[in-house]
T-cell receptor
Framework: GIQVEQSPPDLILQEGANSTLRCNFSDSVNNLQWFHQNPWGQLINLFYIPSGTKQNGRLSATTVATERYSLLYISSSQTTDSGVYFCAVAEKLVFGKGTKLTVNP | EPEVTQTPSHQVTQMGQEVILRCVPISNHLYFYWYRQILGQKVEFLVSFYNNEISEKSEIFDDQFSVERPDGSNFTLKIRSTKLEDSAMYFC??????????FGPGTRLTVT
C-alpha cells in the first residue's frame, strides 16, 4: 500500500521562528490533507491540498504531486502552534507518523 | 459552520463488554469513515461507508467490529467484545463529493 513519511519527527522552536515540515508519499494521490492534532487529541483540518499552493494566515502549504511531496510552512510560530502535525493521503486516508512541534516562549 | 460530532468524549469499559461509539456526520455528506489512534501512534483507517454499506475495511476491522447508519443522521461503530488492545481514540470523519474529509473530536475508549 501507499507509504507516507514525514520529517522531521520532532522539532523544537523558539516563538517567532519559522519552520518547514515535509511529507513524502510513495504513489500518486487524489487527496492530501494536513492536520494539526492539539493537546486534547482533536484533529484540526489545516489544508486540503492535492496539488498547488495555499495560504491561511501564518500557515501555507505546497504540494508537488509529480514529485510526490508536500511541504507545510509555519511562519512566526506561536506557543499555540505546538502539537503534532499529520499529513494524510488517498481516499481512505493513510497517515504519516507526524511531526511533533514544540514552540517555546 | 457545520461540524462532525461524536459521543461520548470518553468511555471506560471492562474487557469483554460491548461498546457503541456514536457520530453525527455533517448533514449533506455522503461518505463516512472510522479511524483509530492508539496512544502515541499514527491514525489508522478502519472502515469506509457509502450508500448504506461498507465500501472498504482494513485488516483491523475484524468480526468484532460493525458499523451502522440507523437513521439519516447517526453513524455508529460497535465493538462486540472489547479487548485491552482496543483502547484508543476513535475518530469519525465524513465528506461530500470532494475528497476532503472532516473529522470529529474523537471518543477516547479505555478498556480495563
Amino acid at each position: 500500500g501507499i507509504q507516507v513519511e514525514q520529517s522531521p519527527p520532532d522539532l523544537i522552536l523558539q516563538e517567532g521562528a519559522n519552520s518547514t515540515l515535509r511529507c513524502n508519499f510513495s504513489d500518486s494521490v487524489n487527496n492530501l490533507q494536513w492536520f494539526h492534532q492539539n493537546p486534547w487529541g482533536q484533529l484540526i483540518n489545516l489544508f486540503y491540498i492535492p496539488s498547488g499552493t495555499k495560504q491561511n494566515g501564518r500557515l501555507s502549504a505546497t504540494t508537488v504531486a509529480t514529485e510526490r511531496y508536500s511541504l507545510l510552512y509555519i511562519s512566526s510560530s506561536q506557543t499555540t502552534d505546538s502539537g503534532v502535525y499529520f499529513c494524510a493521503v488517498a481516499e481512505k486516508l493513510v497517515f504519516g507518523k507526524g511531526t511533533k512541534l514544540t514552540v517555546n516562549p | 459552520e457545520p461540524e462532525v460530532t461524536q459521543t461520548p468524549s470518553h468511555q471506560v469499559t471492562q474487557m469483554g463488554q460491548e461498546v457503541i461509539l456514536r457520530c453525527v456526520p455533517i448533514s449533506n455528506h455522503l461518505y463516512f469513515y472510522w479511524y483509530r489512534q492508539i496512544l502515541g501512534q499514527k491514525v489508522e483507517f478502519l472502515v469506509s461507508f457509502y450508500n448504506n454499506e461498507i465500501s472498504e475495511k482494513s485488516e483491523i476491522f475484524d468480526d468484532q467490529f460493525s458499523v451502522e447508519r440507523p437513521d439519516g443522521s447517526n453513524f455508529t461503530l460497535k465493538i462486540r467484545s472489547t479487548k485491552l488492545e482496543d483502547s484508543a481514540m476513535y475518530f469519525c470523519a465524513s465528506r461530500r463529493l470532494v475528497w476532503e474529509q472532516y473529522f470529529g473530536p474523537g471518543t477516547r475508549l479505555t478498556v480495563t
